[in-house]
């Protein structure tokens, strides 16, 4: 079954303790991108990837880092989360960015304390 | 500039009436106008995708209306049915240096039995 797999899918956590957020397709799918989705103001992109060892920043990178070392995988990384970092996070593949479908994983909730 | 404006931010409908959801966008070169569906505790899903090059597509009950001229797209959902209760969210995309989806701010729809 083609899908995009997030763990863990609820994570609650102190400030400042470092933590990953990971991200696998099966898809063989070039681009992959993480989105936070906050009240208000929709799904906004924190990092996106268009290849292996190929990442940009989206429009709210601040806090995050990525790494796409292998096609397959895209771990999302808060090295010192803070209250603002609280959210639902989710990671998405697609054949060639923003003019195909989009497939999302279930979601992550964060909770940082 | 890169934003979609998206109305209503809730909307509330009896069953068997026509939901419609609205969109605006201000880049002329967005070039790929996505729907996506997304119900709670899962991850969005592309539910029907147009291109500038149409004003209207339609797939089952679900039609998206475009007008180039106005710089709008809307959403309509026929014989809405309960089981569409879900939040709705609009996009945009181009080409600017990789695709990239602009989201826009979500809209919560609930179909009432």
């Known amino acids: 079954e083609a899908q995009v797999t997030q763990n863990p899918r609820y994570l609650i956590t102190v400030t400042g303790k470092k933590l990953t957020v990971t991200c696998s397709q099966n898809?063989?799918?070039?681009?992959m991108s993480w989105y936070r989705q906050d009240p208000g103001l929709g799904l906004r992109q924190i990092y996106y990837?268009?290849?292996?060892?190929?990442?940009d920043k989206g429009d709210v990178p601040e806090g995050y880092k990525v790494s796409r070392k292998e096609k397959r995988n895209f771990p999302l990384i808060l090295e010192s989360p803070s209250p603002n970092q609280t959210s639902l996070y989710f990671c998405?593949?697609?054949?060639?960015?923003?003019?195909?479908?989009?497939?999302f994983g279930q979601g992550t909730r964060l909770t940082v304390v | 500039q890169q934003q979609v404006k998206q109305s209503p931010q809730s909307l509330i409908v009896q069953k068997g009436g026509i939901s419609i959801i609205n969109c605006a966008y201000e880049?002329?070169?967005?070039?790929?106008f996505p729907w996506y569906q997304q119900f709670p505790g899962k991850g969005p899903a592309l539910l029907i995708a147009?291109?500038?090059?149409?004003s209207e597509k339609k797939e089952g009950r679900f039609t998206i209306s475009f007008n180039k001229s106005a710089k709008q797209f809307s959403l309509h959902i026929m014989d809405s049915q309960p089981g569409d209760s879900a939040t709705y969210f609009c996009a945009a995309s181009t080409f600017s240096g990789t695709y990239k989806y602009i989201f826009g701010t979500g809209t919560r729809l609930k179909v009432l039995a």
């Open positions: 880049n002329t070169a967005f070039d790929y």
């Open positions: 990837s268009m290849n292996v060892e190929v990442t």
């Open positions: 898809m063989n799918h070039e681009y």
């Open positions: 147009i291109r500038p090059d149409v």
């Open positions: 998405a593949s697609s054949v060639q960015g923003g003019n195909t479908e989009a497939f």
